[in-house]
T-cell receptor, first 111, second 116 residues
Framework: GQQVMQIPQYQHVQEGEDFTTYCNSS?????IQWYKQRPGGHPVFLIQ?????EVKKQKRLTFQFGEAKKNSSLHITATQTTDVGTYFC???????????FGKGTTLSVSS | GAVVSQHPSRVICKSGTSVKIECRSL??????MFWYRQFPKQSLMLMAT?????????EQGVEKDKFLINHASLTLSTLTVTSAHPEDSSFYIC????????????FGEGSWLTVV
């Protein structure tokens, strides 16, 4: 079945450093979504990418969707302590089907 | 915007009892809802797909007799954990598809289940 891999599993950075998490699907995705989950909280939707090669920015966050629609990345510039949490990528094989989640990348930031 | 409400947000039950978790789409009709489970420090794992008016489709390894799913209306799906055991303690979260807005998926806020 479809698998979504995500690396790294954990990342610790100093405040102000950049951070990137990578997501790879075993199959082509109709879209890819990114979520952030704080400790003790529920996943919060960040963004959805649909088009091949799409790049979207949200302030310090940059999201990319690969040309083959099988990989994606989330890059955070100049991390802040508020960026702490686990970032998940997720994608459906087909629109309207369940999201398959990557294992997530847990980011810790020290000031 | 669309909201998916989940209740209860936290529940503690005794081993051997059953507990029901509700997932409601508040301002849209959800023909399809999904149930996920998340163990501590792990990812969300799809348990089942729930379609209104029909039987749920369970993922491999998920016991359908233990995790009863009912999707009786276009705005409500329920997950009942029957004869709960401590190993069922987990975070359960639902999501719903708004088929009228381009298949947008909305997540509930999740339910923390602790079985003692």
């Amino acid at each position: 079945g479809q698998q979504v891999m995500q690396i790294p599993q954990y990342q610790h950075v100093q405040e102000g450093e950049d951070f990137t998490t990578y997501c790879n699907s075993s199959t082509t995705l109709s879209n890819i979504q990114w979520y952030k989950q704080r400790p003790g909280g529920h996943p919060v939707f960040l963004i959805q990418l649909v088009k091949s090669g799409e790049v979207k920015k949200q302030k310090r966050l940059t999201f990319q969707f690969g040309e083959a629609k099988k990989n994606s990345s989330l890059h955070i510039t100049a991390t802040q302590t508020t960026d702490v949490g686990t970032y998940f990528c997720a994608g459906p094989v087909q629109a309207g089907t369940a999201l398959i989640f990557g294992k997530g990348t847990t980011l810790s930031v020290s000031s | 915007g669309a909201v998916v409400s989940q209740h209860p947000s936290r529940v503690i039950c005794k081993s051997g009892t059953s507990v029901k978790i509700e997932c409601r789409s508040l301002d849209f009709q959800a023909t399809t809802m999904f149930w996920y489970r998340q163990f501590p420090k792990q990812s969300l794992m799809l348990m089942a797909t729930s379609n209104e008016g029909s039987k749920a489709t369970y993922e491999q390894g998920v016991e359908k007799d233990k995790f009863l799913i009912n999707h009786a209306s276009l705005t409500l799906s329920t997950l009942t954990v029957t004869s709960a055991h401590p190993e069922d303690s987990s975070f359960y979260i639902c999501s719903a598809i708004d088929g009228y807005s381009g298949n947008t998926i909305y997540f509930g806020e999740g339910s923390w289940l602790t079985v003692v």
